[in-house]
Each structure stands twice: as C-alpha cells, then as structure tokens.
C-alpha cells in the first residue's frame, strides 16, 4: 500500500487523524479514544499489521505521548502511532488482547513513565521495587524515566 492508500484508510477509522511523513516512516497521530478501534482495524484486511515490534513513551514535559511501531510481515509496510496523554494522569486502553508483545513493553512504561493501561491483565513493574525507596517524595511518584523525575542518589536533574 501506498502512504496516501494508508493514510485514507486510517482517516475512514479516525477522522481526526494527523499524518507526518518527514521521516522515514509514515507517523500517525490519533485521539486516546479512538486508538482501541482503530488497531482493530489495522490488525485485519487490507493492513494486516499484525507485528508490533515496539512501544514506548516520550516526556515533553508537558504531556506524554506513546508511541507505537507496526508493521506487516506480509505487505512490508510500517506505521508509527502515536497518542498524547494527559500527564498528570495518563491513562490509555491496553493493546495486550490485540498483539501479545504488547504485554510486557505496557508494563515497562506503567513502571518508568507511570502509564495506566486500562484492562491490562498483569499491569506491575518488571524490574523496580514496589514500594518506593527511602528518599523519594512518594507523591510525586517514582517514574524514573520522566524528566522530573529527581534521583538523591545520583543528583540528577534535567
């Protein structure tokens, strides 16, 4: 498919929909709300992107956004998505049930970014303690990878 045959088929499932292709590859952003259907409509014909192979957050400071990197083994052609979240308390529909590597890269941004992935059957952290460490001004919350985020151990500020 071509980026323009993509990018119709993509405004038919989320009409608010804005298209950046300055890079290499065609980056899609999309509302909170309509990512869940619009995946759905993604994973069957004529997409069929049925690999995600990566999914983070980004810090902007003031707003967080996902990020999501698809592909179709079968048409060879990849996406980015892209969602913003509010980021005092950003929240958004898992897409573990849609693809299953999703599972484990939701619960590393739950854990550094502090991202809830509403539904997600297993959502704790991977690697950080649960409780958070002595030092840490708890209400803040302990998201390591935010740009606020204040380590007294090792002083470091962005």
């Keep these: 498919m071509t980026n323009e045959e993509i990018k ?3 405004s038919s499932h989320a009409p608010e929909a804005t298209f950046d292709e300055t890079g290499e590859w065609l ?5 909170a709300n309509s990512l869940k259907s619009l995946t759905t409509a993604l994973l069957g014909q004529p997409m069929e992107m049925n690999y995600l192979f990566n999914l ?22 990849p996406i980015v998505l892209k969602v913003n979240l509010d980021r005092n308390t950003p929240s958004i529909e898992t897409l573990c049930f849609t693809w299953r590597t999703a ?11 502090g991202v809830q992935f509403l539904n997600h059957p297993d959502l704790r952290n991977l ?3 649960e409780e958070t460490p002595k030092g840490i001004d708890a209400s803040k919350g302990y998201w390591p990878l935010r740009k606020d985020f204040e380590d007294p151990i090792n ?3 962005l």
């Design 56 to 77: 983070t957050c980004v810090d902007w400071k003031n707003h967080l956004t996902m990020v999501y990197h698809l592909s179709s083994t079968i048409h060879r052609h």
């Design 8 to 10: 119709a088929y993509i």
């Design 27 to 31: 980056n899609i952003t999309v509302d």
């Design 155 to 157: 002083m470091i500020k």
């Design 103 to 113: 599972e484990m890269l939701e619960r590393e941004v739950f854990e550094m970014f």
């Design 127 to 129: 690697i950080l303690e």
